[in-house]
């Protein structure tokens, strides 16, 4: 099946730090990227929204002064939390789509455990 | 708005043991849903979608989910629940952001737990 890597898995932060996060799709073409966010015992947030050579969408309410979004290629994306503070503290995902139709299967990274002191 | 509401933060089964976890959706277009797993501090992977081709919809690891319409369900089974199976289970329903673009919208999850 299709597969999404992130890098890193892990990371830990000072406060006042940024922090990039890189998500690759290993075997396939993605013509869109999602990220989310995800805090402990609770669903995923949807972020943003990222096509190859365009600008992010971000959903309402998400800083994208804060949360940089990079859609450099077909086959990877990454995450830049600027500044980055312990609110931010979270588990971010990523998500690959080949389509863009409804029933498209989005499929997901490991994730990234953000950690900020 | 299209959303998922997932009945139940928790279910714990014995191993062997009817699995259920329930889903209702609340939609004024026919719904696109999917169940997704996660396992602990991974990401997410895809059990079934429905996408309206049948109502009865197989997925992976035994488990498998009706469209039920007039209920506005999708409740997830499995006759057998694994250890395997405990982890996190998550309903979604693809909504429409524009033209013909389609984002997910996540419930709230159910923390499968399986007894030995």
């Known amino acids: 099946g299709a597969v999404v890597s992130q890098h890193p898995s892990r990371v830990i932060c000072k406060s006042g730090t940024s922090v990039k996060i890189e998500c690759r799709s290993l075997?396939?073409?993605?013509?869109?990227m999602f990220w989310y966010r995800q805090f402990p015992k609770q669903s995923l947030m949807l972020m943003a929204t990222?096509?190859?050579?365009?600008?992010?969408?971000?959903e309402q309410g998400v800083e994208k002064d804060k949360f940089l979004i990079n859609h450099a290629s077909l086959t990877l994306s990454t995450l830049t939390v600027t500044s980055a503070h312990p609110e931010d503290s979270s588990f971010y995902i990523c998500?690959?789509?080949?389509?863009?139709?409804?029933?498209?299967?989005?499929?997901f990274g490991p994730g990234t455990r953000l950690t900020v002191l | 708005a299209q959303s998922v509401t997932q009945l139940g933060s928790h279910v714990s089964v014995s191993e062997g043991a009817l699995v259920l976890l329930r889903c209702n959706y609340s939609?004024?277009?026919?719904?696109?849903l999917f169940w997704y797993v996660q396992y602990p501090n991974q990401g997410l992977q895809l059990l079934l979608k429905?996408?309206?081709?049948?109502?009865l919809v197989k997925g992976i690891n035994g488990f498998e989910a009706e469209f039920k319409k007039s209920e506005t369900s999708f409740h997830l089974t499995k006759p057998s629940a694994h250890m395997s199976d405990a982890a996190e289970y998550f309903c979604?329903?693809?909504?429409?952001?524009?033209?013909?673009?389609?984002?997910?919208?996540f419930g709230k999850g159910t923390l499968l737990t399986v007894n030995p």
């Open positions: 998500s690959a789509r080949t389509g863009v139709g409804p029933t498209d299967t989005q499929y």
């Open positions: 075997d396939f073409q993605a013509t869109t």
């Open positions: 990222s096509n190859e050579g365009s600008k992010a969408t971000y």
């Open positions: 939609s004024s277009v026919p719904p696109y």
């Open positions: 429905y996408t309206s081709a049948a109502t």
């Open positions: 979604a329903v693809a909504r429409n952001s524009g033209g013909s673009n389609y984002k997910l919208t």
